[in-house]
């Protein structure tokens, strides 16, 4: 009830007052949580839909059936929440069909309207049918199983396009996001995740469901699921560390701040923890351990989506966005009204297969679940979430005390004339060596203490979250030594410019 | 067709007088705040922003792009960039995704968000009356010629000239390349990136980025499409396979799921 009184609340202050009184956007910061929950979790959530429903209808790996219909249900009820978090989230709610009709196909954004449109309608077909049945409308029915299959076909495509496509989305911004998210590799990325995390879904979802309903796990399935998850992650880990590397951005990853923190949260819980434990049998064929597991790519892929939605451009846009009360308790009812809706759907519809046995839920822990794991798991278990809560911890602490760069056309910026005390900054970063300068005329080496001795600021070259890193782009080699970056005071009056003082050989 | 139109806006000429930001905001009908105008930053109600860096006054306005990020990322097409050059914008089909907002490289639309139903705003280059033959209010109004109106193609060649003819500019016209090129030109004594502007930007035209993957979206389409039937098929076949040497059993596996339906 409390959550349906602030989410309403919160609804009719956005509605009369505005975006600028319920949320805490603003020009810097025109996308929040909103976007980074609402609208990317809740397609990334819908995933297993279109993974499983590929994996029975079109492989016909037929043992998975089971599991399909709750899947489906998910898929459904994510995309009405993403639906109903967009007419929230939208400047002119009632214009959300005019993509359909003035088009821009030169627009992610557009592309994705489509997307949701189309792929809606098709979840609703393939969910159909379990209304269908229940109704006892046989030739609907039949008519539904008659296209079934190029119905499936068409929404792995549309998912497909769909998820990377929100991936897409901040290919726009290479100039803002922090490099240890921006990649032209995003589409792919979101893509490959969103199976992983489909699959995760399934398993949690199950999980949760049998204890609701007292129903019994299809162990052997989930635990079959489990294996593919560890494949796919491991594939999806490999590609973001050879992506992070192939651009030079590895180094970032051990430049303190909160960024940094969020990113080994991110990774430790979305890919190292659960593939560091799924990889033991015992441990996925453990209830609790194959769920803890599973929660845990859930959680590290919701925070993937954070941190490429929000975390990464804080440090551009210059000004700190923390969620407003409104935008949260908007979000946690769409999430409430979502687990009513499967709850009710579940209990209605025949969504599990069997009505099995019904186990206890104490039963069930104390019979197999705690018990069963073995101790070095518990350990594994407990330890992983505890350093990612501390790595969560100390990344909003550091949030906390970072101080917002000015908006970047709005920096003074310092040509300042005393030299600086090198003593009064001890944790000056160590020289740096630009990797992609030609070997063959020496590597730049860039000392940072020099530059602070002389009066430079670190936010006089890193105000645009590092980005030289991030557009190191064709033809990047010359333009260091152009007006624009090094040149601009290496010009053999300010700085010398004699190749000798960066390239050393 | 016009020629595409441009600024040129010469950093060592502007004294900061501020004729321009009032001109900006009479033409715009916008509120006046008190007080220094220099402190006036971009935001829905000033268009233009005047700032002192350095002693001199840099000019931030919409840049009017060539290739703008703001009409790429635009799912309805609510930006438009027209053939003088000016990109403006159409509020009656704007849906308040603030895209435009998160992508414009150099964070130049800005949105109503006191509003229930809010507009994004920016500078239209003075559209209305660019096309009735006059110059943009800012440009008519500037008493030094700092900021001088013009084909861009000529503007550039002034550019130029005064670069040559004087060696203490900075040997780089900002918007003549960036991000593909923008209307807005501006040439300084100093490097621009200290004045404030982003100096990271590359040459290259930002919209490519997404439409590099976009315009794969067709091959996904059919490519997908037929590779997901031939799976279909072929696993198909060979479970009938498989069934028929098996013996008997059902039939094939999509009736499976129809008798299941029906049995309850
Ligand atoms: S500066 Fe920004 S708003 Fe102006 S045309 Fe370019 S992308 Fe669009
Ligand atoms: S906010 Fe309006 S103008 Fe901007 S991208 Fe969205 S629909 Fe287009
Ligand atoms: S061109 Fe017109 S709208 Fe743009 S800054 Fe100048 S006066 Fe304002």
């Given amino acids: ?505 | 067709m016009e020629k595409a139109k441009g600024f040129l806006f010469d950093i060592t000429k502007c004294k900061l007088c501020g004729a321009c930001w009032i001109a900006d905001k009479e033409r715009n009908k916008l509120p006046i705040p008190e007080g220094d105008f220099t402190k006036d930053k971009l935001s829905e109600n000033a268009f233009l922003e005047m700032d002192r860096r350095h002693d001199r006054g840099v000019r931030f306005s919409c840049m009017h792009c060539l290739i703008p990020t703001c009409a790429s990322v635009c799912p309805v097409a609510a930006f438009e960039k027209t053939s003088i050059g000016a990109v403006i914008y159409h509020k009656d089909r704007c849906i308040g995704c603030r895209y435009c907002v998160f992508g414009c490289p150099f964070n130049v639309p800005k949105y109503e968000w006191d509003k229930p139903l809010p507009y994004v705003r920016k500078c239209d280059f003075c559209y209305s009356r660019i096309i009735d033959g006059k110059q943009p209010a800012c440009a008519q109004a500037c008493p030094t010629g700092a900021l001088i109106f013009g084909n861009r193609d000529d503007l550039i060649l002034e550019a130029h000239r005064r670069i040559r003819e004087n060696s203490n500019y900075v040997d780089h016209i900002y918007g003549e390349h960036e991000v593909g090129g923008t209307s807005l030109l501006l040439i300084s004594d100093i490097s621009m990136y200290k004045l404030g502007y982003p100096g990271n930007l590359s040459d290259g035209a930002v919209p490519s980025l997404t439409w590099e993957v976009l315009e794969k979206i067709p091959n996904v389409v059919l490519i997908g499409g037929t590779f997901l039937a031939g799976l279909w098929w072929l696993t198909n076949r060979r479970n009938e396979v498989m069934q028929a040497e098996s013996g008997k059993k059902d039939n094939s596996s999509d009736t499976e799921s129809g008798s299941e339906g029906g049995g309850k």
Avoid at chain 1, 185 to 200: D, E, K, Q
Avoid at chain 1, 263 to 274: H, Y
Avoid at chain 1, 369 to 391: D, E, G, H, R
């Fill in chain 1, 1 to 505: 009830m409390a959550v349906f009184g602030a989410g309403g609340y919160s609804i009719f202050v956005r509605f009369v007052k505005g975006l600028g009184a319920s949320t805490h956007l603003s020009d810097s910061f025109p996308w929040g949580l909103w976007v980074g929950f609402d609208v990317l979790c809740g397609v990334a959530l819908a995933a297993g839909a279109f993974t499983l429903s590929a994996a029975v209808y079109v492989l016909h790996l037929e043992k998975y059936k089971p599991l399909v219909r709750s899947a489906i249900l998910t898929g459904t009820i994510g995309y009405l929440l993403v639906i109903f978090g967009l007419i929230m989230d939208l400047g002119h709610p009632y214009r959300i069909w005019h993509p359909l009709i003035m088009w821009n196909p030169h627009s992610v954004m557009f592309e994705i309207s489509w997307c949701v449109t189309l792929y809606t309608t098709v979840l609703f077909m393939e969910f159909s049918p379990f209304l269908f049945e229940k109704l006892k409308w046989k030739k609907a029915l039949r008519a539904v199983h008659a296209v079934i299959i190029p119905l499936v076909i068409l929404g792995v495509v549309l998912s497909t396009l769909h998820q990377s496509s929100l991936g897409s989305l901040f290919l726009i911004v290479p100039y803002k996001l922090n490099p240890l998210w921006y990649t032209p590799w995003l589409p792919v990325f979101f893509f490959m995740s969103a199976i992983a995390l489909g699959c995760a879904m399934v398993i949690v979802e199950s999980f949760i469901s049998s204890v609701l309903f007292r129903r019994g796990l299809e162990i052997d399935l989930l635990s079959n699921l489990g294996k593919v998850l560890v494949v796919i992650l491991s594939i999806y880990g490999l590609a973001r560390y050879l992506d992070l590397s192939s651009r030079g951005a590895l180094g970032l990853i051990f430049q303190p701040g909160f960024e940094h923190a969020m990113f080994l949260a991110e990774i430790l819980l979305a890919i190292i923890a659960p593939i560091g434990l799924l990889i033991f049998p015992r441990v996925r064929r453990n209830k609790l351990g194959l769920f803890m597991s599973a929660t845990m790519v859930v959680v590290g892929f919701i925070l993937n989506r954070f941190n490429t939605s929000m975390t990464g451009m804080v440090r551009f846009s210059g000004v700190k966005y923390l969620p407003s009360w409104m935008e949260i308790s908007v979000s946690f009812m769409l999430l409430t009204i979502g687990l009513i809706l499967f709850a009710i759907a579940a209990k209605h519809l025949k969504i599990f297969d069997e009505d099995s046995p019904c186990l206890l839920p104490w039963q069930t822990c104390r019979d197999n679940v705690v018990c069963c794991l073995p101790t070095p798991a518990k350990v594994a278990i407990f330890s992983a979430w505890a350093f990612a809560l501390v790595l969560i911890w100390t990344g909003v602490n550091d949030f906390a005390r970072f101080k917002p760069l000015n908006h970047p056309t709005h920096t003074e910026s310092a040509a300042k004339s005393e030299p600086n005390d090198l003593s009064q900054y001890p944790n000056l970063p160590k020289d740096f060596t630009f990797s992609k300068t030609d070997p063959d005329i020496g590597l730049v080496t860039f000392s940072h203490s020099d530059h602070f001795l002389v009066g430079a600021e670190c936010k006089d070259c890193h105000e645009h979250a590092f980005s030289i890193i991030s557009t190191d782009k064709k033809g990047a080699i010359t333009d260091y030594h152009s007006q624009k970056y090094c040149g601009s005071c290496h010009d053999g009056k300010s700085a010398s410019n004699d190749c000798i003082s960066c390239h050393k050989k």
